[in-house]
């Protein structure tokens, strides 16, 4: 049986795992640099709050949107090549059905909160003040959620950019 196109030991480094490292390394720096330009803008705090949770929420969505681009293979290539160390802790194919759980909520629970940030930042400590510690947890959650929720996770993020992707139910019993 052949093997998945681009899963290889070195595939191709092509326009699409370019663009996804891009829209990832965006996803990273627009909080970084973003959120400390508008705090010093010196706008009301409501104002600010709101473009800081924008900001935050955006690179949420690039992120995501550099997972569908790269896909499994562009996560392969990326974990063999700069991340060789992971080769031995790397996200197995298939995970348990408490892992997936677990890392679904560590998954959803940055997004949420990148989402909701602009509206409840006044009722969290330091959440106006101190955005840029929670964006960097988000994100850390984020990527680490990536590796507990294992390898097929990768294809159903993809499938979601794809048209004519269909869900497929398995009939295996729990």
């Given at each position: 049986m052949g093997e998945?196109?681009?899963?290889?030991?070195?595939?191709?480094?092509?326009?699409?795992?370019?663009?996804?490292?891009?829209?990832?390394?965006?996803?990273?720096?627009?909080?970084?640099?973003?959120?400390?330009?508008?705090?010093?803008?010196?706008?009301?705090?409501?104002?600010t709050a709101t473009v800081s949770g924008s900001l935050l929420v955006g690179a949420e969505v690039l992120g995501v949107a550099a997972i569908a681009v790269m896909g499994k293979s562009g996560y392969v290539y990326i974990k063999n090549r700069v991340f060789g160390f992971l080769k031995r802790v790397g996200p197995p194919r298939e995970?348990?059905?408490?892992?997936?759980?677990?890392?679904?909520?560590?998954?959803?629970?940055?997004?949420?909160?990148?989402?909701?940030s602009?509206?409840?930042?006044?009722?969290i400590p330091g959440g106006t003040m101190h955005s840029l510690p929670f964006a960097l947890g988000g994100d850390l959650l984020l990527l680490t959620?990536?590796?507990?929720?294992?390898?097929n996770f990768w294809d159903k993020i993809r499938s979601l950019f794809l048209y004519d992707a269909e869900a497929c139910?398995?009939?295996?019993p729990d």
């Amino acid at each position: 049986m052949g093997e998945l196109p681009g899963t290889s030991e070195h595939p191709a480094a092509g326009w699409r795992l370019q663009l996804g490292v891009g829209l990832f390394v965006l996803s990273i720096a627009l909080p970084l640099a973003g959120v400390p330009v508008v705090a010093s803008l010196g706008l009301s705090a409501g104002v600010t709050a709101t473009v800081s949770g924008s900001l935050l929420v955006g690179a949420e969505v690039l992120g995501v949107a550099a997972i569908a681009v790269m896909g499994k293979s562009g996560y392969v290539y990326i974990k063999n090549r700069v991340f060789g160390f992971l080769k031995r802790v790397g996200p197995p194919r298939e995970v348990s059905r408490r892992r997936y759980t677990v890392g679904l909520v560590m998954f959803c629970v940055p997004i949420l909160f990148a989402w909701a940030s602009p509206y409840a930042s006044r009722w969290i400590p330091g959440g106006t003040m101190h955005s840029l510690p929670f964006a960097l947890g988000g994100d850390l959650l984020l990527l680490t959620s990536l590796f507990v929720l294992g390898g097929n996770f990768w294809d159903k993020i993809r499938s979601l950019f794809l048209y004519d992707a269909e869900a497929c139910f398995s009939t295996r019993p729990d």
